[in-house]
């Protein structure tokens, strides 16, 4: 069983940046495809970034390309997500996941969540 657990920033200012964590216990964390989704106000949940086991390949959702990053370390059983120029529109609640998969854009498709971590961007 794989349990994640995030850190980071909850309030930013508009056209700053955040930066989160998310660290896996229990697994082998070098194994798993790893990714970042957010819940907004209207409820769902959306793709944000994906990583695949070696760090190599990465996915971006299209509001978020070109202004974040998605990265792990593996020797700390650790990913990271840092996404810069924020909006308002960025609130959410944002999750990482992990799946046996090499990486998905589906959150189906995942198995293990976070707790989440609310951010709050404000104008």
């Known amino acids: 069983q794989v349990q994640l657990i995030q850190s980071g920033e909850g309030s930013v200012q508009a056209g700053g940046s955040l930066s989160l964590s998310c660290t896996a216990s229990?697994?082998?964390?070098?194994?798993?495809?790893m990714g970042w989704f957010r819940r907004t106000s209207r409820k769902e949940r959306e793709f944000v970034a994906a990583?695949?086991?070696?760090?190599?390949?990465?996915l971006y959702e299209d509001r978020v390309k070109g202004r974040s990053r998605i990265s792990r370390d593996n020797a700390k059983k650790t990913l990271y997500l840092q996404v810069s120029t924020l909006r308002p529109e960025d609130t959410a609640v944002y999750y990482c996941?992990?799946?046996?998969?090499?990486?998905?854009?589906?959150?189906?498709?995942?198995?293990?969540w976070g707790q989440g971590t609310q951010v709050t961007v404000s104008s």
């Open positions: 996941a992990a799946t046996t998969r090499t990486m998905s854009v589906f959150y189906n498709e995942y198995e293990f």
């Open positions: 229990g697994g082998t964390f070098s194994n798993l495809g």
């Open positions: 990583i695949d086991w070696s760090g190599d390949n990465t």
